[in-house]
Structures are given as structure tokens and as C-alpha cells.
């Protein structure tokens, strides 16, 4: 059984506020949990309310093998956990700079 550590939607329409659990990769989103580990709320103005978490548990979870969400990793990483398994997004390819007005007219050929 593969376990992943992600959030589970709860509240109403426009007011949503998310479960941390312990879940069956196969399960649905919001399907039957393994465990529950925490809560996050967005809308929380108070930072050490938004995230409130069993961290030894996630700990736990974490060096058996659960794979966390993007999500997840980030709300662990800003709360102290540290893991090889912690996926966070890569930073993107930074774009190339326009080329300046002048050298686009010499490169282009004449006719």
C-alpha cells in the first residue's frame, strides 16, 4: 500500500478549509483517511493557527515511505521537517533576454 500525506477539502463553497491525512494513494481526495494528522486554513489571519500539525507523526509517516503533496512538503518545510522525500518545486528556467531593437534589424537579411 503506497501512502501519501495530503490535504483533505472540507468546509463550504468559498470558505474551504483543508484536513492533513494519511491516505492510500489509490483512495479519492476526499475518501477514507489513514490517519488525521492535522489542519490548515488559508483564510486564518493568525499565522500560528493557519498550520497546526502533529509533526512527530508526520515524521513518522515520513520515514515509512509516505510521498507528501506538493502542497504538504511546503507547509512541513516552513514547519521545521527536514526529509529526503519532501518534494518541493523546482525553480523555473529563467527566460532569455530580449535581444535590443538594433541587432534584430542587422541580423535580419536584406533584400
Known amino acids: 500500500m503506497s501512502v501519501k500525506l495530503r490535504l483533505k477539502r472540507m468546509g463550504r463553497s468559498n470558505r ?36 497546526t500539525a502533529k509533526l512527530d507523526r508526520c515524521k513518522y509517516w515520513l520515514d515509512k ?10 507547509l512541513l518545510k ?6 529526503k522525500s519532501l518534494n518541493l518545486p523546482k525553480p523555473g528556467k529563467p527566460k532569455a533576454a530580449p535581444a535590443a531593437e538594433g541587432e534584430k534589424k542587422e541580423a535580419a537579411p536584406s533584400a
Not at 515511505?65 to 511546503?74: F, I, K
Not at 516552513?78 to 526529509?83: L, S, V
Open 78 to 83: 516552513r514547519n521545521g521537517i527536514d526529509h
Open 16 to 51: 474551504a478549509f483543508f484536513r492533513l491525512s494519511a491516505i492510500d494513494s489509490r483512495k479519492a481526495r476526499d475518501g477514507r483517511i489513514i490517519e488525521e494528522l492535522g489542519h490548515y486554513d488559508p483564510r486564518e489571519t493568525d499565522q500560528a493557527k493557519q498550520f
Open 65 to 74: 515511505g509516505a510521498v507528501p503533496s506538493e502542497t504538504v512538503s511546503t
